[in-house]
């Protein structure tokens, strides 16, 4: 038996381990202290009373013969695949049917088995920085070439994300066969705009290019001129699958559950030419290796598509987005370089002149007792920059805000005063509802 060298090939991830056991040294260091994670990339918040209550009917379905569910469809229960299509796409606006939804234990299972329907010789385009599970599955599936020293794949298209282009990914001046997209961006925080997608769609239709868009953070949007789905944009459902996920939404992380959009109008070609369409491999793919998402957990989800289930969607994310806003003020007043933060839970900050992540990293932590997130660790264009996350209480953010403003960087006074002045005479409404927010975080023990 031979087994698959790419797995060797593949670097492991030092990111998270290496930051695990940096805190673990610091708390050993320092047994007292009052350390705050801004580097949690988990929600926190609990999943919707609608939902609990929605799961356990389901689960006594599950105890008496008449209403028992077994195996159920590979792609999901009508049910839930109806209450996607109207809810997140007729309602809006777009045109997706329930039969181009497959349900799905979460999106990083469907980001990686994509794979599966695409030529083993595609060519794929990825962000630097960003999510890494993109790089890390083509590699495994053959696709990455040779590992340079540089620690970036030969056969892999890398599209710098800079200071330049607001970091984001600009189209390439060549063609690749697919591209991943992220939008909000998880780790820098940005989002495409209207305008920046329809290039991708041009581009896309031009070169015969698939777009894996993630939208995983979709509900994060409240501008209205920010498009949640790549559908909004005309001719996308010929060239993109859409994939999303409950998890930051909802709080699904554990309970797992999300889904993926291969429209009927998607195609691809063979060697001669002739074009197939995506939505039957795909649909091929899951019923031979994938016996369909829980039951339980199924009729969870469509409990978020009620009035009260929608109701705490927004409440939950409504609390992440007024920390991540305040994490973005109070960055900017310490003098960092700020991206994020609006339309995202993600903030990325760099301090002009630091060109060390870890340093930076390091730094905060030993000075303010808070964590962070190196940027190196999502790729190479990440380097001097760190990703804090709306993901803590609002109290903490707050209180590792204002650590973080006692640290002697470079200030910029003009933004320093103005962050003051936010404190002091709340002048943001979301600033102001953070007061709120205490007492909600509060009675939840957060
Ligand atoms: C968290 C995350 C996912 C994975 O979500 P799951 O549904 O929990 O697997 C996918 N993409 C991005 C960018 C994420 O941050």
Redesign the pocket.
């Known amino acids: 038996m031979y087994i698959n060298e790419n797995f060797i090939k593949l670097p492991q991830s030092y990111l998270f381990s290496t930051v695990a056991s940096k805190l673990k040294e610091y708390r050993e260091a320092h047994p007292d202290a009052d350390l705050i994670r801004m580097d949690i990339g988990d929600v926190t918040l609990p999943v919707a009373s609608c939902v609990i209550e929605a799961m356990h009917r389901a689960v006594d379905d599950m105890a008496s013969s008449d209403t028992f569910h077994g195996y159920g469809p590979e792609q999901g229960y009508p049910f839930l695949r109806e209450a996607i299509a109207k809810g997140d796409y007729q309602e809006r606006g777009i045109d997706i049917k329930a039969d181009d939804i497959f349900i799905s234990d979460?999106?990083?299972?469907d980001?990686g088995n994509l794979g599966n329907i695409y030529s083993r010789k595609s060519v794929i385009g990825v962000a630097d920085p960003g999510?890494p599970v993109y790089v890390d599955s083509s590699v495994m599936d053959g696709r990455g070439g040779d590992l340079l020293s540089d620690g970036r794949w030969s056969r892999i298209l890398y599209m710098d994300c800079k200071p330049e282009n607001g970091f984001k990914p600009e189209v390439p001046a060549r063609g690749v066969d697919v591209v991943f997209l992220?939008s909000p961006c998880?780790p820098t925080g940005t989002v495409f705009t209207r305008d920046e997608l329809k290039e991708w769609v041009e581009y896309a239709q031009r070169n015969k290019t698939l777009i894996v868009f993630?939208s995983?953070y979709e509900a994060f949007v409240r501008d209205p001129e920010i498009p949640r789905s790549i559908y909004e944009i005309e001719g996308a459902k010929e060239v993109a699958i859409e994939i999303r996920?409950f998890?930051?939404t909802a709080g699904f992380?554990g309970l797992r559950c999300?889904y993926t959009v291969v429209p009927s109008e998607l195609k691809g070609m063979d060697r001669e030419g002739n074009e197939f369409p995506l939505r039957q491999l795909w649909n091929r793919r899951q019923s031979t290796k994938f016996n369909g998402a829980s039951y339980i957990i199924q009729r969870g989800a469509e409990a978020l598509y009620t009035p009260q289930g929608r109701e705490a969607i927004k409440g939950n994310i409504d609390i992440y987005l007024s920390n991540a806003r305040y994490i973005r003020k109070a960055m900017e007043a310490a003098g960092f370089e700020v991206y994020g933060g609006d339309n995202s839970p993600y903030v990325w900050a760099k301090l002009p002149g630091e060109d060390d992540s870890w340093k930076l990293f390091e730094r905060i932590l030993s000075e303010a007792e808070v964590s962070s997130t190196p940027g190196i660790g999502f790729g190479e264009s990440g380097a001097g920059y760190i990703r804090l996350t709306g993901f803590n209480s609002p109290k903490n953010t707050r209180k590792a805000m204002e650590r973080i403003s006692r640290i002697n960087f470079k200030k910029d006074d003009a933004l320093e005063d103005e962050f003051k002045s936010l404190n002091d005479i709340k002048a943001i409404k979301a600033l102001d509802d953070l007061n709120v927010l205490d007492d909600i975080t509060e009675a939840l023990g957060l």
């Open positions: 979460g999106a990083k299972s980001l999510y992220c998880n993630d995983a996920s998890s930051k992380t999300g």
